[in-house]
C-alpha cells in the first residue's frame, strides 16, 4: 500500500514502511503504529499535505534518507534549505547523513551546530553569573568586556580612561575570546541570547583600555594620561522589555484638518472645538510656509 505526498504541488507516492523504519523522524512517526492518532489527515483525495514551504526538489533529495539512510545533495541544491528541512523532518543532519560536493556549506551548518552548543556552555558558567550579579544590584542591562586570561588592566585612579569604561564588566577568558574572533560565533550567540529572552543584543569587538602609556601636560597644569587600548570582544544586553524603559507619555497638539476655518463655522461648533479655538495648538514653522 503506497501513500500519495503533496509538496509544493508535487505528488509522491511512497511506500510508509520506509518511514516507519525510522520512527523517530516526523514521517515516522506520522505513519507509525500510532497513525490513526496523527493530527494529520488526508484530504478528500486521500493525499498527506505536508512540508508547507519546502520545495519539491529538496524533500526528493530528502527521501534518500528513508531509502538508504544518506542524503546525496546534487548540485543546485541548497545546503541551508536543505538543514531547514531536515531539521523540520526531524532527520539527523551531520557529516554521516549528509554527502555533498560543497563541503564548505556543510561544515559552515556543522561549526554553527557546534558553535550552538558551545556558547548554551558558556552562558551558563561564565555571562550568566556576571549578569545575576549586576540584577542583583538594581541593574537592568549588562555590558561585558571579554579579555583573554593574560590580559591586565591597571587604570590611573586620579585620571581613569574615557567613555564610562569603568561601568563594563570584565570577564576574563581566552576561550570565550577565541569563539567571539568570528562573526559567524557572534551571530549564533545573538540567537541564543534572543532565544532565552533577552533584549537589545549587541555583541561586537571593541577597543578596551588596559593600561597608562603616558601623560601629557596641557597648558594650565591640566594632565592628560594616554591609554594602551586593545580590541577585545564586548556582550551588551537588557533583560527589561524595551518599552519599559519610559512609560512616560509626551501629548503633542496637532492642528486639526477637519476645520480650517473656526470662524466660519459659527454657532455649530461644539463645546470641544470651543476650547480650540480658545486654546489654539502649536503652528510648526514648517506649516506657516
Wanted: hydrophobic residues 30%; contains cysteine.
Amino acid at each position: 500500500e503506497k501513500v500519495t505526498l503533496v509538496v509544493d504541488g508535487t505528488r509522491f507516492a511512497v511506500n510508509p514502511q520506509i518511514f516507519t523504519a525510522h520512527p523517530d523522524t516526523m514521517l515516522g512517526r506520522m505513519f507509525g503504529p500510532g497513525r490513526e492518532y496523527n493530527f494529520t489527515r488526508p484530504n478528500e483525495k486521500g493525499e498527506y499535505e505536508i512540508a508547507d514551504g519546502i520545495s519539491s526538489a529538496v524533500f526528493r533529495t530528502v527521501l534518500d534518507y528513508y531509502k538508504t539512510g544518506i542524503i546525496n545533495c546534487p548540485d543546485g541544491i541548497s545546503i541551508p534549505d536543505l538543514r531547514e528541512t531536515c531539521d523540520y523532518l526531524c532527520i539527523n543532519f551531520d557529516f554521516n547523513t549528509v554527502k555533498c560536493q560543497d563541503l564548505s556549506a556543510l561544515l559552515h551548518e556543522l561549526s554553527n551546530d557546534g558553535a550552538h552548543k558551545q556558547f548554551d556552555s558558556y552562558l551558563e558558567e561564565l555571562i550568566l553569573p556576571i549578569m545575576v550579579d549586576s540584577a542583583r544590584k538594581g541593574e537592568r542591562e549588562c555590558h561585558i568586556v571579554v579579555l583573554t586570561d593574560e590580559d591586565t588592566v591597571d587604570w590611573d585612579e586620579d585620571h581613569p580612561p574615557p567613555m564610562g569604561e569603568e561601568y563594563s564588566q570584565i570577564l576574563y577568558s581566552s576561550k570565550l575570546y577565541r569563539f567571539f574572533k568570528y562573526i559567524e560565533n557572534r551571530d549564533v550567540a545573538k540567537a541564543v541570547l534572543k532565544e532565552r529572552g533577552l533584549k537589545n543584543i549587541r555583541i561586537g569587538i571593541e577597543g578596551y583600555p588596559t593600561c597608562k602609556e603616558k601623560v601629557k601636560r596641557r597648558p594650565g597644569g591640566r594632565s592628560e594620561v594616554i591609554y594602551n587600548y586593545v580590541q577585545r570582544p564586548f556582550i551588551q544586553m537588557s533583560w527589561e522589555k524595551e518599552e519599559g524603559k519610559s512609560r512616560h507619555v509626551d501629548f503633542q497638539c496637532v492642528r486639526s484638518k477637519s476645520l480650517t476655518n473656526l470662524v466660519a463655522v459659527g454657532d455649530d461648533v461644539s463645546e470641544d472645538h470651543e476650547v480650540i479655538m480658545h486654546h489654539p495648538p502649536q503652528v510648526d514653522e514648517l506649516d506657516r510656509l
